[in-house]
């Protein structure tokens, strides 16, 4: 599984998502899964995924799947495909 | 990087200026808020920010004041109120997102960095209706952002679950820790079980808020706080906080030493005499006005509280600027708090 992939799953976890669920244009708060309570749940998922610690700046800043993958190169995990 | 840096004159100095704009801001975008200032014949400049105009912080509670178009609303905040009134504040995006990034700042300043492991002062349950949280709930989600490892100290039924504690110092218990909860609720459920069973909280940093009032039975003041917190449990690092919904975002934060509050760079507190209105200076007690220049999409910028406030001193603490005390409500003034909504839940 590429690391974009296991991003993917897991957004489409912690947010109650389809497994195939489209995400990658998913913007915090633009719709009902990605609430201040699934945040807290997503930021767990992605640390566990990675197994990295995230700041809590980057915790703030994270407000999209595009800048989770932006803020994740942070921590040296890199999105090639 | 902290938020706690600029000297009492720098921070006049920048603050009338953003504070001025912001007045104009909201004249030109806030109908109400424009036939107020109109009404008391406000002028459009000022010198100082205690020539600011104030609005009564319950005008929040009787008027929809906002300046923002109604299709830009992204979230409507409520505070808790025992007489059914509740305070609405209304935020855009982008005022949304400046509120958690510099209450992030704020709270850094004695956190660092890292989120650190945190113990809930609460109960879960709290959080049970994801649509609509108390003003309580609001408040413990707001700052469990800036934690990990999430335990929650207290059970369905709001007491102490000590098995759940002791498993969280068990696990987090020899490296800084945050611990985030109501000061009642610290004092009834943490410290009193901490105590009876001997747990070390040594290593913890406290954050609480909510005032005193449900501890005048139990003859605990803010020093008495710190001073039994430190002998029976090892607890040292102790930072009381007060904020109101109105000004969502902007914490007043006490300093590592006790005993004060501080004014990050965006905010200032000016006390003043319940009858004439003038600003009192330091030493003199009198009715708390909150400034910050955090409310943009509503005039929440210059706030007078119903909190009796005093200033200790000023660029002489842990920190520049004004330190002062919170010494509780005016008299007669509706008893209201966030907290309050615990007892009628229990």
């Known amino acids: 599984m590429t690391e974009l992939q296991r991003l993917r799953n897991a957004f489409r976890t912690s947010l109650d998502l389809a497994p195939d669920a489209p995400v990658d244009d998913l913007q915090y708060q633009d719709n009902a899964q990605w609430d201040s309570l699934a945040h807290m749940s997503l930021v767990a998922a992605i640390e566990d995924e990675f197994d990295i610690m995230i700041d809590t700046d980057d915790v703030i800043n994270m407000s999209s799947f595009a800048e989770a993958v932006r803020i994740l190169g942070k921590y040296g995990v890199t999105f090639d495909e | ?346």
């Open chain 2, 1 to 346: 990087m902290s938020v706690f840096t600029l000297p009492q004159a720098a921070k006049e100095a920048s603050l009338v200026k953003e504070l001025s704009d912001l007045v104009a801001h909201h004249r030109a975008a806030c109908a109400p808020y424009r036939n107020i200032l109109a009404a008391a014949g406000t002028p459009d400049t000022f010198d100082q920010v205690a020539d600011l105009p104030w609005l009564p912080v319950r005008l929040f509670k009787n008027l929809e004041l906002k300046s923002i178009p109604d299709d830009e609303v992204f979230k409507v905040l409520t505070s808790s109120g025992t007489t059914g009134e509740v305070s609405r504040i209304y935020l855009d995006k982008a005022a949304a997102a400046t509120q958690t990034r510099q209450l992030g700042a704020t709270v850094q300043t004695v956190l660092g960095p890292k989120r650190l492991p945190m113990l809930l002062v609460d109960t879960k349950s709290l959080l049970k209706d994801r649509r609509s949280f108390s003003a309580r709930g609001a408040g413990v989600l707001g700052m469990a952002t800036f934690g990990r490892d999430h335990v929650w100290a207290l059970d369905a039924d709001g007491k102490p679950d000590v098995e759940a504690i002791r498993g969280f110092l068990a696990a987090h218990g020899d490296a800084p820790f945050l611990i985030f909860g109501f000061t009642y609720l610290v004092w009834l459920h943490l410290y009193e079980v901490a105590r009876e069973h001997g747990l070390d909280l040594g290593n913890g940093i406290l954050i609480h808020s909510g005032g005193w009032k449900k501890l005048v039975d139990q003859a605990v003041d803010p020093d008495e706080f710190r001073r039994r917190l430190s002998a029976d449990t090892g607890l040292r690092n102790v930072h009381n906080f007060y904020g109101m919904v109105e000004q969502i975002g902007t914490i007043f934060l006490e300093g590592p030493s006790g005993g004060s509050l501080y004014c990050p760079d965006f905010a200032d507190v000016v006390v003043r005499d319940p009858e004439t209105w003038a600003e009192l200076p330091p030493g003199k007690p009198g009715l708390l006005e909150v400034v910050s220049t955090l409310p943009t999409s509503y005039p929440g910028h210059v706030l007078l509280t119903e909190d009796l406030g005093v200033v200790h001193g000023v660029d002489d603490g842990d920190w520049p600027g004004k330190r002062f005390s919170v010494l509780g409500r005016l008299p007669r003034a509706e008893a209201r708090g966030c907290s309050d909504t615990y007892q009628k839940a229990a």
